[in-house]
């Protein structure tokens, strides 16, 4: 049985060291901008995991858009966590793609039968303390990491915008 939600990529992230040189890079190299920038950790998120335990990392991630597709920076802040260990691993790079699902839960334990665990996920990212996210151990397989992400209804505000 295939992976239902990664035909349709809807994310590609990318962990880097310095998240506001990447926006830069990003804006001046690629004309990918404006990102949103936020910082996910337990001030925002609960059930946050960690390869199996409850968790308590913290990262600062930008997001932009190039037509539907959802470009994202993420830069460790405190861990541990797999941005982390990506970065001891391989330095910075492709990271994960990540798929938009409807039930995050349900996809965890299809994802779990067929045979890719968990590494990493939190809840409530939306302004409705809804959305969450999951990390599978693809990378065998596919290469890289991929991410079930469960959209919250809406986005909470940015902490801020870059470029201004």
Known sequence: MPISGLKDANQVAIVVRDLDASMARYVDKLGIGPWKVYTY???????????????????ELA??????TMWE???SVE????????LN?????????????GDLDKEIATMAALGYP???SGKG?????????????TAADLGCIIEAIEPGTEFREPE?????
């Open 41 to 59: 950790g337990p001030e925002m998120l609960h059930s946050m995991t960690y390869r199996g335990e409850p968790a308590s990392y913290v990262m």
């Open 125 to 137: 990212f939306g302004v409705e303390n809804d959305g969450g996210y999951a990390y599978f151990d």
């Open 73 to 75: 920076l993420i830069e």
């Open 89 to 101: 691993e391989h330095g910075e790079g492709l990271h994960h793609l990540g798929y938009y699902v």
């Open 118 to 120: 968990l590494l990493q």
């Open 79 to 86: 861990g541990p966590n797999i941005y982390e260990e990506f």
């Open 63 to 68: 997001i932009a858009f190039t037509g539907d």
């Open 160 to 164: 801020r915008v870059f470029p201004e």
